[in-house]
């Protein structure tokens, strides 16, 4: 449901696996050890993989760039982002005209990926579209180089991209058209996201009239821009919609989190929120994000001057997410934000002296230290 799909990642190793396997080998045994490759790396036994494509890359005497891509596959998905590097780039050296070598780029982008490197993430980019502008991934590579754009602000840039893939490349354009109205809401421009996203979802209906299936992405995304662009009761109908057209749908769950999400935040009906949390709560127990769903439950009974039951909840919050750092350092601010509020002056100080000691050098420390000092003689 999120624009980070991956989907050039996909299909990357994809077209690499079947170009590799299509290629004409020079002998029976280099296109036994690639087949035998392609098949471990499908099972992710990348160690043997990798002793397959070493094995057919030295079959003839020569290396191949087809074997050396896959080589650098195995090496990225087996968690060696500094070895796969090494490879791509013995790649682009030594067969800079090769099909193979096109993806090195977008591959090496992948492995700063893995490494945080994000300046260097969208330098590789850059390469694949300015040095490949006619390779057949090079517009699902500009979608991708739009999201980290628009990651690092450059958002002109982004919308650039964006449009050169609507215009130019068709059966891309709705693929970008979702990234474009991500693009715009990371912006704050919830206008033009929300004319994109009934862009898109209108194109979806005309292509596959009557196909549920095709446009139920296309409808989650508009709800979220219009939730976005806190337009609550035009968002809750969307995700209505889709409750009612995807019953036993994850996009269902989804949906039915952001209506309670949306009736407290967007329209401020707290009474509501905290029994459409509850049931949400009761319904989903395995929901992933429980923590921040429970925690939005917990928010409601304050919103609505329980601070006790908030307080109880906000205690079982922090030992159930113990292990979670972020999350108990959360649950412990809202908790003793319900002890003052109680009057429960020794338990807030108790709490506040836990803060500043476990998270010394903190804004949160700091506006402890400050909170306790207006409690200290209560």
Avoid at 9 to 34: G, P
Avoid at 96 to 105: G, I, L
Avoid at 196 to 216: F, I, S, Y
Wanted: with cysteine; aromatic share 10%.
């Amino acid at each position: 449901m999120g624009r980070r799909s991956f989907r050039p990642v996909a299909v990357l190793y994809l077209a690499a696996v079947l170009t590799m396997l299509a290629s004409a080998c020079s002998s029976a045994d280099a296109a036994a050890d690639m087949k035998r490759g392609a098949d471990l790396f499908w099972s992710e036994r990348y160690d043997e993989a990798i002793s397959a494509f070493t094995s057919a890359a030295a079959a003839d005497g020569a290396v191949s760039p087809s074997a050396l891509r896959m080589l650098g596959v195995c090496h990225l998905y087996k968690g060696d982002p500094a070895k796969a590097m090494e490879v791509f780039n013995k790649l682009l050296a030594g067969f800079p005209t090769s099909e193979a070598a096109a993806d090195a780029p977008s591959f090496i982008a992948l492995c700063y990926e893995h490494q945080g490197k994000a300046e260097d993430v969208i330098a590789q980019y850059r390469k694949h579209v300015l040095d490949y502008p006619d390779n057949v991934w090079t517009p699902d590579v500009m979608v991708h180089l739009s999201d980290r754009l628009t990651d690092k602000g450059a958002y002109d840039e982004a919308l650039a991209f964006l449009g050169k893939v609507i215009n130019e490349h068709p059966k891309l354009a709705q693929h970008a058209r979702a990234h474009l109205a991500e693009a715009y809401l990371a912006q704050g421009k919830y206008d033009q996201a929300i004319a994109v996203a009934k862009e898109r979802l209108e194109a979806a209906e005309a292509a596959w009239p009557g196909e549920k299936a095709a446009v139920k992405d296309p409808r989650y995304q508009l709800a979220e821009c219009y939730r976005r662009a806190d337009r609550g009761a035009e968002a809750i109908a969307g995700y209505q919609t889709l409750i009612a057209d995807y019953p036993q749908d994850a996009v269902a769950v989804e949906a039915e989190y952001q209506i309670a999400w949306t009736t407290l935040n967007g329209l401020r009906d707290a009474s509501r929120a905290k029994s459409l949390f509850e049931a949400f709560v009761a319904a989903h127990p395995d929901y992933a994000n429980m923590a921040e769903a429970k925690s939005h439950q917990a928010f409601c009974s304050v919103m609505l001057g329980d601070h006790a039951t908030a307080r109880d909840m906000y205690k079982a919050l922090m030992e159930a997410n113990a292990s979670d750092p972020s999350w108990k350092r959360t649950f412990k601010l809202s908790l003793d934000s319900c002890q003052i509020e109680l009057k429960e002056y020794a338990e807030a100080r108790q709490t506040l002296s836990e803060i500043m000691a476990e998270y010394p050098d903190t804004v949160d420390a700091q506006a402890a230290a400050e909170w306790y000092l207006t409690i200290r003689d209560k």
